[in-house]
């Protein structure tokens, strides 16, 4: 009895320590879990962090293409300087064009007058050339009326 008696205490202080190691592994265990869980915590911080970084990092690489993108299309264009000197020697041009227009159309004008009174000359020509045909033939007539009354 004494060996069962002691086999038991035995197993009794045996099942004491395993019950108190699993105690402390749990315990270990649930430290582990949290520190797990602190882990996941930060790194899920991080990559938030990071998204955004990449955002930025995104928002600023489009921002220099579009940058580059103008500088080229702005290094196409002369700068103001010379800009203003074509628009000056464009006004210039403008002026002298607009004084050549204004002269010849007076000179357009004019000769428009001259062919008007060109073509009252010639329409009065015409109607004396007119006339004088009709006062020949007139005298015609009357010279051949005279002479056939002569003949008679």
């Known amino acids: ?12 202080g045996k099942t004491l320590l395993v019950y108190d190691m699993n105690l402390k592994e749990m315990d270990n265990y649930e ?3 949290k520190e797990i ?6 790194a899920h911080e991080r990559i938030a962090e990071c998204k955004k ?5 995104k928002r600023i690489r489009k ?11 702005i290094q196409h264009h002369p700068d ?11 006004g210039k041009e403008l ?3 607009s004084h050549t227009k204004e002269n010849v159309e007076e000179k357009l004008e004019l000769r428009r007058k001259q062919f008007h009174v060109l073509l009252c000359t010639i329409h009065e020509l015409q ?17 051949i009326g005279s002479e056939s009354k002569q003949i008679q």
């Open 95 to 97: 002026q002298q064009l």
């Open 63 to 73: 921002n220099r293409q579009e940058y580059d993108a103008l500088a080229k299309v």
């Open 1 to 12: 009895m004494l060996s069962t008696l002691s086999q038991c205490e035995f197993s009794m």
């Open 127 to 143: 109607q004396i050339l007119e006339n004088d045909e009709k006062l020949a033939e007139e005298c015609q007539d009357v010279q």
């Open 31 to 33: 430290k582990i879990y």
């Open 37 to 42: 869980e602190n882990s996941i915590a930060a």
């Open 53 to 57: 970084q990449i955002m930025q990092a």
């Open 80 to 90: 103001r300087h010379e800009t203003l000197k074509h628009l000056e020697a464009l």
